[in-house]
């Protein structure tokens, strides 16, 4: 198996998921994706998307929705099914989980006239629009969206570019 890796994931990011991948003897060159971050040379129609967690997948949707939207249209144009991996943990096993999810985002601290620190609500997106917004994505645009812990990142990607199930492995 060889595992192309995007040029654009951070060496430090992606650590871990190497030496998995160093661990099972499958190569990883690196180089320039249409879309994605991992794609097996094997199925070149299915590309795994890494996000480190809810909050750059929020991020993505919110204030990066125009860049987003066209990297899922570039892959629907190219016949290229986009797997997004989550790393998120945390009791987020699944997309219907996103709903309970509270942005970090949401609450911001702030000096008040009194010279104390309080606690201010923000409009920043929460679990339950999120979770309306990645279904209406995935059924427009043909993309999943799935979810596991940093530690399984390696093992997952390897799993669902059509590697043999690691030990430990869920399907």
């Not at 620190?117 to 997106?125: E, I, R």
């Not at 999120?130 to 645009?141: A, E, V």
Request: net charge positive; with cysteine; charged share 30%.
């Amino acid at each position: 198996m060889v595992i192309q890796i995007d040029s654009r994931e951070k060496e430090r990011a992606i650590t871990k998921i190497v030496t998995e991948f160093d661990q099972h003897n499958i190569k990883h060159p690196v180089s320039k994706l249409l879309v994605g971050d991992y794609m097996n040379y094997d199925n070149p129609r299915l590309i795994v998307d890494r996000k480190q967690n809810l909050t750059e997948l929020c991020s993505n949707v919110c204030q990066g929705h125009d860049r987003f939207r066209r990297e899922l249209v570039r892959a629907m144009e190219n016949e290229i099914e986009l797997v997004f991996l989550v790393e998120h943990g945390k009791g987020i096993a699944k997309l219907e989980d996103v709903i309970w999810w509270n942005n970090p985002r949401s609450v911001k601290r702030v000096r008040g006239s009194d010279g104390r620190w309080k606690d201010m609500n923000t409009n920043a997106m929460q679990g339950e629009v999120l979770y309306k917004i990645l279904c209406t994505m995935q059924r427009k645009y043909n993309c999943r969206f799935l979810f596991c812990s940093k530690e399984e990142t390696g093992r997952r990607i390897i799993e669902l570019l059509g590697g043999e199930p690691v030990d430990g492995g869920r399907n």
